[in-house]
């Protein structure tokens, strides 16, 4: 008859399993101490191992424990007397338990561990949540977003919005469209008197508002005699323009016709007046 045999349930040769070994030795003391008729009362069960608590137990999240089976459920570390969190049912050591849950900051991709800022639809430390042109914090006038990411008012305008056909300034506010470009209202004026322009008629130059003598006498379009547009029939003559009836003699004043007349020191004379002063 073969004769059958106890013992470990580990293959021949190799040391009994820790835990195996612990829960027997456990098993072998209270055995012992109650043959002795000290009676052992469990407890608790553990929550891990479903046996019976006969010495130090740790009580966690409703349960008790053995202290060696309350341990982390990421790294298995004992967790002792060390803090710990819980989620789903389960204990996490603190370090395993922000690396895996915590929101990540979305410049150090570190976990937030305390305060978070909420923006752009990510997550930030507060000291990470910054301008992305001067890094500078934001004040109380908040941030504005481009592309993703978050600008101080003063550059995001400087960066993004509109300039200003006269000063090359950033409009925030109030601005006149003209001649393809956007303005200041303060700026749209003659570019050469800076005057502003009357129910905002004004004359193009090369791209440039001016008022009307201005664009004349840029365009060379002024009457030499009124120093007025000219906007009809003209005369040149002495390498200017003249509306016909200020095209004078500069002695009498009779109207000069353009070959009509002698030029002396850039000023024009009827023949009678030449002869006169002249010869």
């Known amino acids: ?29 209270q055995s012992d101490l109650n043959k002795l008729g000290v009676a052992t009362v469990a407890k608790g069960v553990c ?3 479903k046996k019976p608590i006969a010495g130090q137990v740790v009580t966690a999240m409703g349960r008790t424990w053995h202290p060696e ?24 050591c603190e370090k395993d338990y922000h690396t895996l849950f915590s929101p990540r900051c979305y410049y150090c991709n570190g976990p937030i561990l305390d305060k978070v800022v909420t923006a752009l639809d990510r997550t930030w430390h507060p000291e990470h949540f910054f301008c992305a042109q001067c890094g500078a914090f934001f004040g109380p006038e908040g941030f504005h977003e481009k592309d993703g990411k978050a600008y101080c008012r003063k550059d995001y305008f400087d960066m ?3 300039k200003c056909g006269g000063c090359a300034r950033a409009i925030l506010e109030n601005y006149i469209s003209a001649l393809n470009t956007l303005w200041h209202p303060e700026c749209f004026v ?6 502003p322009f009357i129910n905002g008629s004004f004359f193009e130059h090369d791209g440039q508002p001016y008022c009307e003598v201005h664009y004349h006498e840029r365009r060379g379009s002024l009457c030499s005699g009124c ?13 200017k323009k003249f509306h016909p009836e200020h095209f004078v003699c500069a002695f009498c004043l ?9 030029e002396q020191n850039d000023k024009p004379y009827c023949q009678n007046c030449f002869l006169k002063l002249f010869c």
């Open 1 to 29: 008859m073969a004769q059958g045999k106890t013992g470990s349930s580990s293959p021949p040769g190799e040391p009994p399993k820790p835990g195996s070994q612990l829960d027997s030795m456990l098993g072998s003391l």
């Open 160 to 162: 993004f919005a509109p």
């Open 47 to 49: 929550g891990a191992c």
């Open 227 to 239: 120093q007025k547009p000219i906007t009809g029939r003209c005369i040149t003559a002495m390498a």
């Open 190 to 195: 003659c570019r050469e008197c800076f005057t």
């Open 254 to 262: 009779k109207q000069l016709n353009k070959g009509t007349f002698k």
């Open 69 to 92: 089976h309350f341990v982390c459920t990421h790294c298995q570390e004992e967790i002792g007397s060390r803090n710990f969190f819980e989620r789903d049912g389960q204990p996490y």
